[in-house]
């Protein structure tokens, strides 16, 4: 079975593109708001091409984002020059996290259920101890989950969004295909680009694992977080089963 970190190098070109037409900003305002309520720094884990590690730096919160892919990193660092911004970067496993240093952290966030690319429970057991390591006692570590869908059988071969990028014309065809037994969920893309008369299409595959939310809560208890709130949308709303967003705060104890 491919791991969830698989794809994503090939999706860097289009990260960008999709997501200002899917989730756009909606989220940005939450992690700014929690960025800036902290007096020490942040760590942002999988922080692809910087979508949210450049507004949260703009708050002045000293932010360090890491991710395992190269292209994905590569944008990122192109965007914090273009902004001027100080904020630092690294290539890593969040298995494994990269400090020596432990309990160093006033904030880690899992942003955009990124948590949910790791495919096997020991994976997000490693990760989540290693979050709970480098945490400052009484630090926060902030999660945000994306709830399955129960009509994922309607994406075969759909057209999902199509539009510009640059100078070219886009078009993104999705499958999706699930595991049950293993809760997983693989998105089978294909971005087809026109441009100056040229088509160019890549192909590639992303898995995500689905975790609820009482899951998710089991093991960060586990680990030796409290769980401070769980929220139903961006704005702090509650819980709600029909939400396209759960969000849990856990306090290291």
Known sequence: ???????WDDYAPFYDWEN????ARRDVPFWERL?????GPILELGCGTGRLTIPVARTGARVI???????MLARARQRLRRARLPALLLRG??????FRRRAKFDL???PYGMLQSLTTDRDLRMTIEAAHAVLRRGGLFAID??????????????VSLSGRRGRGQVRLTESVRQDRVKGLTIFDQEYEERREGRRVSKTFSLIFRTISVPQMRTRLERAGFRIDAVLGDYDGGPLDARADV???LARKR
């Open 65 to 71: 984002g890491i991710d395992r892919s190269t292209p």
């Open 20 to 23: 200002a037409q899917t989730v």
């Open 1 to 7: 079975m491919a791991e969830g970190w698989q794809g």
């Open 108 to 110: 880690v966030m899992a």
């Open 246 to 248: 759960w969000i849990i």
């Open 93 to 98: 496993d969040i298995r494994h996290l990269p």
């Open 35 to 39: 960025a800036a309520a902290q007096a």
């Open 145 to 158: 989950l994306v709830p399955d869908l129960p009509r994922w059988d309607e994406y075969d071969r759909r």
